[in-house]
């Protein structure tokens, strides 16, 4: 602990000695109260730490600073940040990295690379919109560009628009290697009625030894989403764990993973596995909904962290997480109105099939039906949209809320 | 190849598996008689991408090297503030640093004031605080100026701040933030609640021939306690009225003090009883003292004439509800406590005693001025 100790207890009046030892405990007790301003006494004493290599980018931004015209050298820190902030999902490094291509693209003398970085951090904090228009920009300027096109293709599959993202995934299959086209495709067939398809394709593509390890991390991840949503238990879990062993930290595939483990109720399983994630807030989110399943004494304290880990968010006006605060408010509150709320305001942003799962059973939820979950259940139909998952969820829901 | 391999790896957590929050700071601003006092807490991490404070490069910040950045960082800071106050702009200048820790790590606390010759008219706020190194940050204002208390969020596309004008009533929003304080202040006032109860704790006794009895029934309990404590809500309110109207004046630490002495001797009386009689009494003579200190949380707020019997109502009102709400929970549970043998000498004496401690510390801390235990 950072703070210095501080004691202090002096005579007691006459009382009878057990009195005096509870007042003793009484008064340590009002002796710790809650955080204020302080004043260090040792020089020393070390209150934070900040990473001296992190991985290049120290030196990497030392390098910049001293030329900060060299626009290539700006690009590595801005490509530097963004996997730094993909791997530890702290958004300062997004920040970081959008505030140095800020100026650039203003002044409108961007290259297409700047615009689709520029596009890949506002995707990732959810600006859908901002993130095509950069997109727009860097094809203008470079059509070939496979990376504008493969982002692209991966918003709109977001955001539910599929025949321009299976457009975008096919202009990407042409300037792009194998296995990073076959992934798109087959990740945007399988949400619209080809499924099997999409999976037999992608398995087929996997068997290839091309490709480096993160586009087989991502065609395997793909792969298990396939999986899950045909119900194939197995292929799915294999899929996890080959990617796994490809990338163990990646917090997006533990918590993939970690959904699936709590689907099929292994929930010792899931505190195994994402054992002291408590940083991350969609991490601690699936632990503590193991740990709630298992009665867990640290589910509570959990709880309480992610409270206000959401309600900070809201302090600042942010709504990033809407999807898992929707679950926290269903699953580990028992507030199906507010994760109604929450699932339909997310709904708007973003289209997955999580999305429509955390909607559908927030709807189920209620004690009468609720229309507003139609245009979704339209919007499953219309794209045929496989998920094993999903239909038992819109079966109950015709049925009529419990 | 690299390139889509670097974007791969960008779109595979690209569905926001967030972890910390985006960075923040805190910027709470008073009234104060010059203009402004504030207080920014802003994290070490940020000053150290802006400023760089890792002085021996061995990655970690230590107080020391903070301190020898002191005017780096409040020069820093400061530029990038602006209050304004009628029509002028404020000079701000640093008083202090000090450290804090919040959810996401540990912040430097920057105290300032703030010089505002233009005087006490409409006054707005403009913030550019590290917007040009980070697209995310947001400065979380909260300010308590003029009988208004409020909150607002500063972004790179919202940089200035302007409190509500003529359009709303201040009125109604300060009776219920005062409300919200006077309750905020009870809560937090432990003193005021360990006075209160110390004497509550016989409430549900009887003193007879020098020993104690449970109470007969549970009416004469609510009675006693009735009467304890309207004799010091009638005593508080007055004496928080005529202070917070400036017609009374006590040195704080002297009113502190008295606070602290009024809670020793209330919990000694229940383990010697002295004056058990004049309870009733106590609780008024005391309560004037306790209105003192109540009223030390409103001058903080510079009230302009019209909202300060609004803000006065509000606040008692709040420490009112607030002392309601402790009793309520207190009586029944006591009550139903002093039943049992062991009341008296575990809760009456342990209780009192414990208090004692408490309040003896307090007396020792207000009285000579140093600090051992955290308020």
Known sequence: ?402 | MIRIALVLLILLGSRGAWGHKPSDSYLRIERAPSGFSGQWDIALRDLDYALGLDGDGDGAITWGELRARRELISGYALQRLKIVGGTSDCTLAAEDLLVDEHTDGAYAVLRFSALCPGGFGDWSLHYTLFFDLDTQHHGLLRYAADGVMGTAVLTPDNRSFKPAGEGESPGASSLGSFLREGVWHIWIGYDHILFLLSLLLPAVLVRESSTWRPAPTLAVTVWDAAKIVTAFTVAHSVTLSLAALGHLQLPSRWVESLIAASVLLAAANNLVPVWHRYRVLFAFTFGLVHGLGFASVLAGLLLSTGGLVQALFGFNLGVELGQLAIVAAFLPAAYMLSRKRLYVPLVLRAGSAGIIVIAVIWLAERSLGIRVLEP
């Open chain 1, 1 to 402: 602990m950072i703070r210095d100790a501080r004691s202090g207890v002096s005579e007691p009046a006459a009382a009878t000695p057990p009195a005096i030892a509870l007042g003793l405990a009484a008064a340590l007790l009002a002796g710790g109260s809650p955080a204020e301003p302080f004043r260090p006494i040792d020089d020393r004493q070390v209150l934070e730490h900040v990473s001296t290599a992190s991985g290049g980018a120290g030196e990497l931004r030392r390098q910049w600073v001293e030329h900060p015209e060299d626009r290539e050298l700006a690009l590595r820190l801005v490509r530097r940040y963004i996997e730094m902030g993909r791997e530890t999902a702290d958004p300062r490094f997004f920040g970081w990295g959008e505030a140095m291509l800020a100026p650039w693209l203003e002044e409108g003398r961007a290259s297409p690379d700047a615009w689709v970085l520029s596009a890949t951090i506002r995707q990732n904090r959810h600006d859908f919109s901002g993130a095509l228009s950069a997109l727009a920009r860097a094809i203008e300027a470079a059509p070939r560009s496979a990376q504008a096109w493969l982002t692209k293709a991966v918003i709109h599959e977001v955001q539910g628009e599929y025949p321009a993202a299976l457009q975008s995934c096919l202009r990407l299959a042409q300037l792009a290697p194998g296995m990073v086209g076959a992934t798109c495709l087959a990740s945007t067939l399988s949400v619209t009625g080809q499924a099997e398809y999409a999976l037999a394709q992608l398995q087929q593509a996997l068997r290839s030894p091309d490709a480096d390890t993160n586009t087989r991390a991502w065609a395997l991840t793909v792969q298990a989403d396939i999986a899950q949503r045909l119900g194939r238990r197995e292929t799915a879990e294999s899929s996890f764990l080959a990617a796994l062993t490809l990338r163990p930290h990646d917090p997006y595939l533990l918590a993939a993973y970690a959904d699936l483990l709590l689907d099929q109720k292994r929930h010792t399983a899931v505190t195994v596995l994402l054992r002291d994630q408590t940083r991350i807030d969609g991490l601690l989110l699936r632990l503590t909904l193991a740990e709630q399943a298992l009665r867990s004494p640290a589910a509570a304290e959990h709880i309480e962290v992610l409270k206000a880990r959401f309600a900070a968010s809201r302090l600042r006006g942010d709504a990033l997480h809407l999807g898992d605060e929707s679950r926290f408010h269903l699953h580990l509150l028992g507030e199906p109105d507010a994760a109604l709320a929450l699932a339909l305001r997310n709904w708007e942003i973003q289209r997955e099939p999580r999305d429509a799962r955390i909607l559908l059973e927030a709807a189920l939820a209620q004690d009468r039906p609720e229309p507003a979950v139609q245009p979704v259940l339209d919007f499953l139909a219309r794209s045929r949209l496989q998920d094993v998952r999903l239909q038992k969820l819109t079966a109950r829901l015709a049925k009529g809320p419990a």
